[in-house]
């Protein structure tokens, strides 16, 4: 069996009374591209700072290649990181920065100018060399910031939210250029974001956080497809899932307040009826403009982007009902639309921890 | 014309930039008081330091430096020179040759056997302007007398005490900064706050124990015992302290992240980055140091060859009678070196904020 790259065990953190990390477990291998995704608050820069050695844990334990690294202080842990603000040597101009942690290794001049030119190779910075931070735009920061973490040929690349100060269209194309960074070192990558759009391109798993404890676990499409509970269903995914509530009975049959009433074949025994949320995703919803279906609902407001059709409907009892459509058709505000639902694609959430049930016969895509 | 085009700026935007308004006249009249207050007092320093000693002990408080002419007299040796204006208006250089009197026997420089008598209202001294350079040259190459001011000794030990004083000051002060600013342990505050609360102790309280700390360490008389009590200021700490908070901490995380040890985070990272500050501090302490009197005086009285130039400007003043010449010459002469540091010290305050890269 391989040694991970990175384990977590039980790893707690408090700043006094305050405990913001919940004990975490958690396993990373050699080569993953894994994305720490959550709501702001909810520990995920944390963890990246306590994995880094910036922070020590309150108890548990991190091991590196098998390693416990708890006592190891940052500098020596063989990891790099780069951070939210880029945090680049500002006195310095873009080789020394580039350079800087390679002389903290003592490392042969000749080696690290061939390191450094390399790295400014593959960013294309070369350019840039002798510019300070100042006189760099907010991408070629981000650049140069990638480039002193890509020069240590880290074990593990560190990323707190870098893409976060960019403007919209540099984060999309940043995105795509970390994302062929991977490829082509194959380094492991820990990627820390709040853009579940972000998460999902990128990453081999993705690692929901929410109040310093993992909701789930996995491949960006199994999450998607099987989201554990209402809160990780709802994060990921844009426009969001809906959610309409009601009641669902031992015998399968869902009672919504909408007015909804449908058969689900449920893969688990309930013993008596419990309040539940439904869970569609706005693509999974048919239309029919003649208002036949299973519900008519009441266009409220539109946006018709060519491939892609937003439909934003309400039900009679005020329930918000989003629907994409992958065409065109014509629509007015105040128009009584059919909308159909197909079981096979439902989500159910229920108890108190909303939970995902199990339903038999659920497509996976 | 740059500097032209300086001095007559207004406020306001371009379109109202072309008026003079009253604002500018209140800012300008402001500025211009500022700058008369801090200059009128060096350039008296200056305009006297070059006045002949006579005209010194006089309090002569004309600009320039006026000089009575002395000139030698046949048998009798220099003689100063007056202007004898008589009744009709008419003028004639004379020198005295005799005591003043209401009645002065005087007599002219061409026939100075011929004596006649004049009345002493009559006679005006008869002056030039002349540059007094013996007041700068007389103690500087030991003429006239002046074997006792050694100056270029006093110069090396004021350039020795500066110099060694402010390398220490700025390092001790930037590591206790560094260690109050960036790194938390208990008692963070309590350390700062007792550091900054030693600038409400005057140091003539605790010149006695100084002095008694100094001698136990066997450094009293040496230029040590000068330069270490002086290295760590409260001042330079709380200032440099105060400027640290302001470098962003990731940096210092990124620092760490790079496998930089704490103590090249320290040269590498925060130094630099604190090179406004510590030039603040490094003019401060200069200037401290140049200028100090008492705390030197105490140490190194007992060896005049390790005298200060401030402790030997003291050479000039004597118990009877002081060299205010000789005094003034040597004030302006003391006065170049900081006026150098500062300009040379000056441009890194204003490059470090400009070069401040993070967003």
Redo the contacts between chains.
């Keep these: 069996m391989m040694i991970p790259a990175l384990e977590l065990k039980t790893i707690k953190k408090s700043w006094g009374a305050l405990q913001v990390i919940h004990g975490i477990d958690l396993h990373i291998e050699e080569g993953e591209f894994v994305v720490f995704v959550g709501p702001s608050g909810c520990g995920k820069s944390t963890l990246l700072r306590l994995i880094a050695g910036l922070d020590d844990p309150t108890s548990g334990d991190i091991l590196l290649q098998g390693k416990r690294v708890n006592t190891v202080p940052a500098s020596e842990r063989g990891l790099s990181m780069v951070f939210q603000s880029y945090a680049l040597y500002p006195h310095m101009s873009v080789r020394q920065n580039l350079s800087f942690g390679l002389e903290n290794l003592r490392m042969d001049r000749v080696e690290i100018d061939r390191r450094v030119d390399d790295a400014a190779a593959l960013l294309q910075i070369d350019p840039l060399m002798a510019r300070r931070p100042g006189q760099l735009s907010g991408g070629q920061r981000q650049r140069v910031a990638i480039g002193r973490a890509i020069v240590r040929e880290p074990q593990i690349f560190l990323f707190d939210e870098p893409l976060s100060n960019l403007d919209a269209e540099l984060r999309l194309q940043m995105r795509v250029e970390i994302a062929n960074l991977h490829a082509q070192l194959g380094n492991t990558m820990i990627y820390v974001t709040h853009d579940q759009v972000e998460a999902m391109t990128m990453a081999d798993r993705i690692v929901v956080l929410r109040s310093g404890q993992i909701e789930q676990v996995g491949k960006p499409l199994e999450l998607y497809n099987r989201p554990c509970n209402k809160f990780v269903a709802g994060f990921l995914g844009a426009p969001q899932m809906n959610f309409l509530s009601g009641m669902i009975h031992p015998d399968g049959t869902l009672d919504m307040d909408c007015g909804l009433k449908m058969p689900v074949r449920l893969g688990q025994t309930l013993s008596q009826p419990e309040k539940c949320t439904l869970g569609l995703r706005p693509e999974n919803i048919g239309v029919s403009l003649d208002g036949a279906g299973d519900m008519t609902v009441k266009v409220q407001n539109f946006e018709q982007l060519g491939s892609v059709t937003y439909i934003y409907t309400v039900f009679a009892n005020g329930e918000t009902l989003t629907v994409q459509l992958g065409q065109q058709i014509p629509l007015r505000r105040g128009q009584e639309i059919g909308v159909t639902f197909d079981p096979n694609r439902f989500h159910i959430f229920a108890g108190e921890d909303e939970r995902a049930l199990e339903l038999i016969g659920r497509a996976t895509a | 014309m740059g500097l032209a085009t300086f001095l007559t700026r207004t406020r306001g935007s371009a379109d109202k930039a072309n008026r003079i308004g009253a604002a500018d006249i209140l800012a300008y009249g402001y500025l211009a008081l500022g700058v008369l207050i801090i200059l009128v007092p060096v350039l008296w320093t200056f305009a006297s330091s070059v006045k002949p000693e006579r005209a010194v002990d006089s309090f002569d408080t004309r600009l320039l430096p006026m000089s009575q002419i002395e000139r030698p007299v046949e048998g009798v040796g220099n003689k100063t020179s007056w202007i004898y204006i008589d009744e009709a208006g008419t003028t004639q250089e004379v020198f005295k040759a005799g005591p003043t009197r209401r009645e002065t026997d005087v007599a002219t420089f061409d026939n100075p056997t011929d004596v006649f008598t004049v009345p002493r209202t009559g006679l005006e001294p008869n002056e030039e302007v002349r540059i007094a350079t013996e007041n700068y040259l007389d103690p500087i190459l030991k003429r006239n007398g002046q074997d006792n001011f050694t100056f270029f000794t006093y110069l090396f030990n004021s350039v020795f005490v500066t110099v060694m004083a402010t390398a220490i000051t700025l390092l001790i002060n930037a590591m206790a900064a560094f260690a109050l600013s960036k790194y938390r342990f208990r008692g963070r505050l309590t350390f700062t706050i007792l550091i900054i609360a030693t600038l409400l102790i005057p140091s003539s309280i605790i010149l006695v124990s100084l002095f008694f700390v100094v001698w136990s360490f066997g450094i009293f008389g040496s230029l040590w015992g000068v330069i270490i009590p002086a290295a760590a200021t409260p001042t330079g700490v709380f200032l440099l302290r105060q400027y640290m908070l302001t470098i ?1 901490d ?2 210092l ?9 704490e103590w ?1 985070i320290f040269w ?2 925060v130094m ?2 604190s ?1 406004p500050a510590l030039s603040v501090l490094a003019i401060l302490s200069v200037i401290w140091r140049w200028n100090d009197f008492l705390w030197p005086l105490i140490v190194l009285i007992s060896d005049p060859s390790a005298h200060t130039l401030q402790i030997g400007l003291t050479t000039f003043s004597g118990e009877f009678d002081s060299d205010f010449h000789y005094i003034l010459a040597m004030t302006v002469v003391s006065l170049i070196p900081i006026t150098l540091v500062f300009v040379w010290l000056q441009r890194f305050i204003t490059t470090g904020i400009a ?5």
């Design positions: 962003p990731e940096l995380e990124a620092a760490r992240m790079d496998a930089a040890s090249r590498r990272i630099p980055l090179l070069t401040t890269g993070l967003k």
